[in-house]
């Protein structure tokens, strides 16, 4: 299986923030353009980009069409993006303006048979579900929306199984716990999803530090590892990584 690495830009109010452990309170912005950034993340080798509507995550009604057009049209790279996807309009909206690839998240734990729907129609290929998580105090994984500040019922493995069973192909799933905090990923959660998954792409989201996490994600059997803060912070250089 190849491994893609996948820099994020993470826009809200039309900047690049960050936020930890998703909390809208706790947000770092940086001084880029979402645009200039996703320039300079190809003119590094990047081949694909990972586009996040803050804002849409927790209001819903995706706003970043426009600029998600003008990435692909200026940049080249392939942009697998979402927050607010809340209709198959949503879905062919996006697939219009130009995504590689739609991120479902919350739907996805809300109303798992209209996105098994969905995976029919537009194929596999054309969908990454974000089933981002949440350790309980049962030791089990589960799955917070509305911009992580809700919990729904199901647990990780139960819903990411029945996608599986359904066709999907790209699974991205963020520790929340991890989420910009620059701790390493959950290598023992990727190393059981992909085990679980065993049809299924995973990437690996939230917390990678260095060259040795994204190693060590690949070795876990992602298919692909998600950098945020660590890029932003210049912690880790994406040309780097990309060589890695």
Same mark, same amino acid.
């Given at each position: 299986?190849? =491994?893609?690495?996948? #820099?994020?830009?993470?826009?809200?109010?039309?900047?690049?923030?960050?936020?930890?452990?998703?909390?809208?309170?706790?947000?770092?912005?940086? #001084?880029?353009?979402?645009?200039?950034?996703?320039?300079?993340?190809?003119?590094?080798?990047?081949?694909?980009?990972?586009?996040?509507? @803050?804002?849409?995550?927790?209001?819903?009604?995706?706003?970043?069409? #426009?600029?998600?057009?003008?990435?692909? *049209?200026?940049?080249?790279?392939? &942009?697998?993006?979402?927050?607010?996807? *809340?209709?198959?309009?949503?879905?062919?909206?996006?697939?219009?303006?130009?995504?590689?690839?739609?991120?479902? /998240?919350?739907?996805?734990?809300?109303?798992?048979?209209? &996105?098994?729907?969905?995976?029919?129609? =537009?194929?596999?290929?054309?969908?990454?579900?974000?089933?981002?998580?949440?350790?309980?105090?049962?030791?089990?994984?589960?799955?917070?929306?509305?911009?992580?500040?809700?919990?729904?019922?199901?647990?990780?493995?139960?819903?990411?199984? *029945?996608?599986?069973?359904?066709?999907?192909?790209?699974? @991205?799933?963020?520790?929340?716990? *991890?989420?910009?905090?620059?701790?390493? #990923?959950?290598?023992?959660?990727?190393?059981?999803?992909?085990?679980?998954?065993?049809?299924?792409?995973?990437?690996?989201?939230? /917390?990678?530090?260095?060259?040795?996490?994204?190693?060590?994600?690949?070795?876990?059997?992602?298919?692909? &590892? &998600?950098?945020?803060?660590?890029?932003?912070?210049?912690?880790?250089?994406?040309?780097?990584?990309?060589?890695?």
């Amino acid at each position: 299986m190849s =491994f893609t690495v996948y #820099p994020a830009i993470d826009v809200r109010d039309g900047r690049v923030v960050r936020l930890r452990q998703g909390d809208y309170a706790a947000e770092t912005r940086y #001084p880029d353009t979402p645009l200039a950034l996703a320039r300079r993340y190809a003119e590094a080798g990047a081949r694909w980009l990972h586009l996040v509507d @803050l804002d849409a995550a927790k209001a819903g009604g995706y706003t970043l069409a #426009p600029l998600l057009a003008e990435i692909v *049209r200026e940049t080249g790279l392939r &942009v697998q993006t979402g927050g607010g996807v *809340r209709s198959r309009a949503d879905v062919e909206a996006l697939l219009a303006a130009g995504a590689a690839r739609v991120v479902v /998240g919350s739907l996805a734990v809300r109303t798992p048979a209209q &996105v098994e729907d969905w995976l029919a129609a =537009f194929g596999a290929e054309q969908l990454t579900l974000a089933l981002d998580t949440r350790r309980g105090e049962d030791v089990g994984w589960y799955l917070p929306v509305h911009g992580w500040t809700e919990t729904a019922d199901a647990t990780l493995d139960a819903l990411a199984q *029945r996608y599986a069973h359904a066709g999907l192909r790209h699974l @991205l799933c963020t520790d929340i716990a *991890r989420d910009g905090m620059l701790s390493g #990923p959950n290598i023992d959660l990727y190393a059981h999803l992909s085990a679980l998954l065993t049809t299924v792409a995973v990437q690996a989201s939230g /917390g990678a530090r260095d060259l040795a996490d994204i190693a060590d994600a690949r070795a876990a059997g992602c298919a692909g &590892v &998600v950098l945020g803060k660590v890029l932003l912070d210049g912690r880790l250089d994406l040309g780097e990584a990309l060589a890695c």
